[in-house]
């Protein structure tokens, strides 16, 4: 396996992750399953317009700079391991990636062609990604091919979603490629609060999480911040977390309770009552919409999110693939 210690490899393998080359991996959600057999989508589908049983999901980077107490990915010393997640891997090619993505991704679904409740058409399409969500553990900027990957997938006609908790600014400004959709995690309103909360294994990344913010509206693609909540430790100061939306001046804002699986179930302080109830998902969002005048535009009350645009016209061109 090399860069990735194997008793954390096999952790990931046991939560369905398929690993790919030395750092990245490849794993479906439940709405890609749901979809498949017609039913739930992801709210991206809601929001966006993407369709679940045609998105990949995948990372570049397996490791991160940051230990989120609310995240779904098994962080080292979860299981005991002193693995330093700092140390520099022998870097995979961008193309080997997305050839290795894809295929993993037709593996994935191979096992639903004989299951007589799939959708025939549905399962045709998920054999040829239309969107690939580069977002599903790590942090993705620490991938230096970041970039050339991104522009591997817009050849093949795929549209990208890329998500990175901020903390690399100088690589999110030397993109020459931007993805078709950029999110910034903002999950504190203060330095405080995110220190509690994401517990950086680097120093200064509070000050890089803001520069990141400085730095958002010079990013000519379309832009979101997703506020991942927990109640009791990072829903709050909702008039402080305004005050960065207006100074990143992103496209949409997702308001969104943490989900308590994987990663989060461990030893880090977390119970399942700590998930907001949706009620108080809409309750913060509106908070929000007051103190910056987005617009709360749409919501999924089963993945408890809140969609808010930053004016009609954001609101007009959410969809990036026709419903």
């Not at 369905?16 to 959600?29: L, M, N, P, R």
Request: glycine share 6%; aromatic share 10%; net charge positive.
């Amino acid at each position: 396996m090399g860069y990735i210690p194997e008793a954390l490899a096999k952790q990931m393998r046991k939560q369905q992750y398929h690993i790919v080359g030395g750092h990245s991996a490849v794993k479906s959600c439940k709405y890609l399953k749901e979809g498949i057999l017609g039913k739930r989508t992801c709210y991206k589908n809601t929001f966006y317009g993407i369709d679940s049983w045609r998105c990949l999901q995948c990372s570049t980077m397996l490791s991160c700079n940051l230990s989120c107490r609310f995240c779904w990915r098994i962080s080292p010393e979860d299981i005991g391991l002193s693995w330093n997640e700092m140390s520099t891997p022998d870097w995979d090619a961008p193309e080997l990636l997305a050839e290795g993505f894809l295929r993993e991704q037709k593996r994935i679904v191979s096992g639903y062609k004989g299951n007589p409740k799939v959708e025939r058409k549905r399962w045709e399409e998920a054999n040829k990604p239309a969107h690939v969500a580069i977002s599903l553990v790590g942090e993705v900027t620490i991938y230096p091919f970041l970039s050339e990957l991104i522009e591997v997938f817009h050849r093949k006609g795929m549209s990208t979603f890329v998500v990175t908790n901020g903390t690399l600014p100088e690589r999110l400004s030397n993109l020459k490629t931007l993805p078709t959709q950029l999110y910034m995690s903002l999950v504190a309103p203060d330095e405080e609060t995110y220190t509690k909360t994401c517990r950086p294994k680097v120093k200064g990344a509070w000050e890089k999480v803001n520069r990141t913010v400085e730095l958002f509206p010079s990013f000519k693609t379309r832009k979101v911040l997703r506020l991942t909540l927990v109640r009791g430790l990072n829903m709050l100061k909702p008039e402080e977390y305004a005050e960065l939306i207006l100074k990143a001046e992103p496209d949409y804002v997702e308001p969104k309770s943490f989900v308590f699986v994987g990663g989060a179930r461990y030893n880090r302080g977390l119970e399942l009552g700590d998930m907001p109830s949706h009620e108080e998902i809409r309750v913060f969002a509106k908070k929000l919409s007051e103190e910056t005048g987005y617009i709360i535009s749409d919501e999924r009350t089963d993945s408890r999110v809140v969609l808010l645009c930053k004016d009609k016209d954001a609101e007009k061109r959410r969809f990036i693939q026709k419903k």
